[in-house]
Each structure stands twice: as structure tokens, then as C-alpha cells.
């Protein structure tokens, strides 16, 4: 099992859109659930948004619904998150992960079984 990359993290400002990457292998995305997780400063990481390696099924955090968009794309070996209408709250380094399988989208730390390196989003205000 390879540990997932991200890209794509930037500076935006507040109400713009950024869309990062995560290169995961193929094994990874054909066992894993995937997910994406953050981290601010002096907080705890807390998954944004998971889906399902089974049924494509999704999960969202309450503070992210309807602004982002969790996908993937098993032929290119690559899982997106597109945020949308991003807030200077959204500010924290994010994380992909591979996620144990579980029947049902848990989208927690506690169940994540390989972590990427992480990507700093900044939403300036």
C-alpha cells in the first residue's frame, strides 16, 4: 500500500473555489473507502468528506455540505475534493486517506489506515 499524495492547495480568497488532487495506487483505491480530512491550528483533524469504495456513497461534514465535492476516479488512480464557496474557516492543512472499508461511509481519523502528507488550503478573508 502506497501513501496517498495530494495536490493542489493554495491561497484563495473568500467565495472562490479550489479543487485539490490525491494520487492513491490502484490497490488503494480498489480495498479503501477515501477520504479527506483537515487540520487547523491548535484543532483537531476532522473528516470533510469520505466516499465509498463499494457504492460511490458519500459523506459530508455539516460545515462543508453543499459547497464540496468529494470524487473518484478509479482510472486515473485519483480522488478529488472541488471546494466551492470556500469560507477563511475552511483554512487548514488537508489531508488524504485511505479509509477502512467498513459496510457504511465512517468518515473518522480513527478508522484512516494510510495518510497522505497533507496540502495547505489559506481562504483569505
Known amino acids: 500500500q502506497v501513501q496517498p499524495v495530494e495536490s493542489g492547495g493554495g491561497l484563495v480568497q473568500a467565495g472562490g473555489s479550489l479543487r485539490v488532487s490525491c494520487a492513491a495506487s490502484a490497490f488503494t483505491l480498489d480495498h479503501f473507502d477515501m477520504g479527506w480530512f483537515r487540520q487547523a491550528p491548535g484543532k483537531e483533524r476532522e473528516g470533510v468528506a469520505c466516499?465509498?469504495?463499494?457504492?460511490?456513497?458519500?459523506y459530508y461534514a455539516h460545515s462543508v455540505k453543499g459547497r464540496f465535492t468529494i470524487t473518484r476516479d478509479n482510472a486515473n488512480n485519483t480522488v478529488y475534493l472541488q471546494m466551492d464557496s470556500l469560507k477563511p474557516e475552511d483554512t487548514a492543512r488537508y489531508y488524504c486517506?485511505?479509509?477502512?472499508?467498513?459496510?457504511?461511509?465512517?468518515?473518522?481519523?480513527?478508522?484512516?489506515?494510510?495518510w497522505g502528507q497533507g496540502t495547505q488550503v489559506t481562504v483569505s478573508s
Open positions: 466516499i465509498s469504495i463499494s457504492d460511490g456513497s458519500t
Open positions: 486517506a485511505a479509509v477502512r472499508a467498513t459496510g457504511y461511509v465512517f468518515c473518522d481519523p480513527t478508522v484512516v489506515a494510510s
